[in-house]
């Protein structure tokens, strides 16, 4: 069986099941609590984000590069050809806030409706993209979910400045 260049398990590839994340999360918020587990996931994801940025060449791009073209590449990154984190159906700029659409993501998947979980992983992997991105230092808020009625879990981040370099 030949290994593709990124595959990091050779017989069982890159993917992982939703049912053993959901296990490490739920099982981490039992040992840590619910807001140190969220703080935690943010920062995990914010990491993965940034990761991802200098995997795309796309650090510092947001003056280069069109919001539009990059959502294309979060999509293609994260959605069904790529991670599988969530789909993307869209982000953009109203003043000092980047709204983020997403839905099906691996937070929110399994949990029943009305369930308070909130999408801290995705969050913070969209915040650490956007944040190596534009250069800018940003605070992630989730302002709406499809588990509480939503029809996308709605991410927003506010610039709080630039990043110190």
Not at 7 to 30: H, N
Not at 79 to 84: A, M, N, P, V, W
Request: with cysteine; net charge neutral.
């Amino acid at each position: 069986m030949a290994i593709a260049k990124n595959e990091l398990r050779q017989e069982l590839g890159d993917f992982s099941s939703i049912v053993c994340l959901k296990a490490i999360i739920t099982g981490v918020e039992e040992a840590l609590g619910d807001k140190a587990t969220a703080i935690a996931l943010i920062s995990a994801g914010r990491q993965r984000g940034k990761q991802l940025a200098e995997n795309l060449d796309l650090v510092d791009k947001g003056k280069e590069i069109s919001l539009a073209d990059v959502t294309k590449k979060l999509q293609d990154a994260l959605g069904k050809d790529g991670t599988r984190l969530c789909a993307i159906k869209k982000i953009f700029q109203e003043d000092e806030v980047y709204k983020v659409y997403t839905h099906e993501t691996v937070c929110s998947a399994g949990e029943p409706q009305g369930s308070s979980r909130q999408c801290t992983f995705t969050m913070g992997a969209i915040q650490g993209f956007l944040e190596a991105f534009l250069g800018e230092r940003l605070r992630g808020t989730q302002t709406e979910s499809v588990l509480r009625g939503g029809t996308y879990d709605i991410l927003e981040y506010k610039v709080l400045g630039a990043i110190q370099k």
